[in-house]
């Protein structure tokens, strides 16, 4: 890998820190909330007698329970997409050995 290369890694490295932790100082007094909650505000201020079309098949006991579904959730989700990458960038370099 080349030097530029290199010092273009470690600025976007330093940039994705940089976003993760600006907004911890920024904002002291911040819940996170997430998506779904921010969404059913904003329908009910919309339309007061709106009826979800379904609800959930399974709701999770607690708040902890439900955070660590979604954390698993996106553990299996990310072990998929970088075994995938994986295998292709194995594969790119089993094609370029064999042209050698």
Same mark, same amino acid.
Do not use: C
């Given at each position: 890998? =080349? ?10 490295? /330093? ?21 779904? *909650?921010? /969404? ?7 339309? /007061? ?16 329970? $439900? =955070? ?8 299996? *989700? =990310?072990?998929?997409?970088?075994? *995938?990458?994986?295998?292709?960038? *194995?594969?790119?370099?089993? $094609? ?5």
């Amino acid at each position: 890998m =080349s030097m530029t290369g290199v010092i273009k890694n470690l600025l976007l490295i /330093a940039i994705v820190i940089a976003l993760i932790v600006i907004p911890l100082f920024t904002q002291k007094d911040a819940e996170f909330g997430g998506a779904d *909650g921010e /969404a059913k505000q904003a329908i009910t201020e919309i339309d /007061a007698d709106y009826n979800p079309w379904f609800s959930p098949l399974i709701e999770p006991k607690s708040g902890e329970i $439900e =955070s660590l579904l979604f954390s698993l959730q996106a553990a299996i *989700g =990310s072990g998929i997409l970088f075994y *995938g990458l994986g295998h292709m960038m *194995g594969r790119k370099k089993k $094609e370029e050995a064999a042209k050698q």
